[in-house]
């Protein structure tokens, strides 16, 4: 399929998946005589594995370490990263995850404490 029909089947955009192909997490595909990339199920199935990773808050930098791994969640989705080598990735995501709600947090209560104060003239 071309990559506007692979794009849309996957739920992204053909630019993401230049973008995915660029950045390593996606082989390049093969291309049709007139140099169209052409795209099969398993990539299909592959650039959803990756939008999946995505939308649980990993970057394209902590997946590119681990694309040759795709292929194995694409065989079972269920599979758990934290056994493999992806568990420090996934480790590290956590934790920036935890500092930036502990950021979020104290800013929310300074702009509530701020809200609070009487205004002076």
Request: glycine share 6%; aromatic share 2%; net charge positive.
């Amino acid at each position: 399929m071309r990559i506007g029909d692979a794009a849309a089947a996957a739920g992204a955009t053909p630019r993401a998946l230049r973008l995915y192909e660029q950045r390593g997490l996606l082989p390049p595909p093969a291309r049709s005589t007139s140099g169209q990339r052409r795209y099969d199920s398993t990539d299909v199935a592959r650039v959803r594995v990756i939008r999946t990773l995505l939308s649980l808050g990993l970057t394209i930098e902590d997946l590119r370490a681990h694309a040759e791994s795709f292929d194995l969640l694409v065989a079972d989705p269920a599979r758990r990263c934290a056994n493999d080598s992806g568990g420090p990735v996934v480790r590290r995501r956590l934790a920036a995850l935890d500092a930036e709600i502990a950021r979020l947090t104290r800013l929310r209560a300074a702009l509530a404490a701020a809200a609070l104060r009487p205004a002076t003239d």
